[in-house]
Nanobody
């Protein structure tokens, strides 16, 4: 079972940028897809972005795609999610998720591995 560990969350101000990291305990350079979801209090878990490690294909949530960049560092089995121009409505726990193939899904149930989450709070 792969272990995923997120880092990089915290308290930021509206308009700031943030980069989250997710390190995997598996060799993600082969068939592995890593995604980011977020969940605000009382809300469903929401898709943010996903990337295939082997070829870099990526997909973003339509509502946020102009403010997002997802990338991966193959040698470190790590993905990064950069969010610019943060808004108070971006406040949520951000989760990293993974699956051992090269398919991009936006649905949380299709991911087998999950991190513990990292809190992002954006003050106005």
């Amino acid at each position: 079972q792969a272990q995923l560990v997120e880092s990089g969350g915290g308290l930021v101000q509206s308009g700031d940028s943030l980069r989250l990291s997710c390190a995997a305990s598996v060799r993600a350079s082969t068939e592995y897809t890593m995604a980011w979801f977020r969940q605000a209090p009382g809300m469903d878990r929401e898709f943010v972005a996903a990337i295939v490690f082997s070829d870099g294909r990526r997909v973003y949530a339509d509502s946020m795609k102009t403010r997002l960049t997802i990338s991966r560092e193959i040698a470190k089995d790590t993905s990064y999610l950069e969010i610019v121009n943060l808004k108070p409505e971006d406040t949520a726990v951000y989760y990293c998720a993974g699956r051992t193939d090269a398919l991009l899904y936006r649905v949380p149930a299709f991911y087998d591995h999950w991190g513990q989450g990292t809190q992002v709070t954006v003050s106005s």
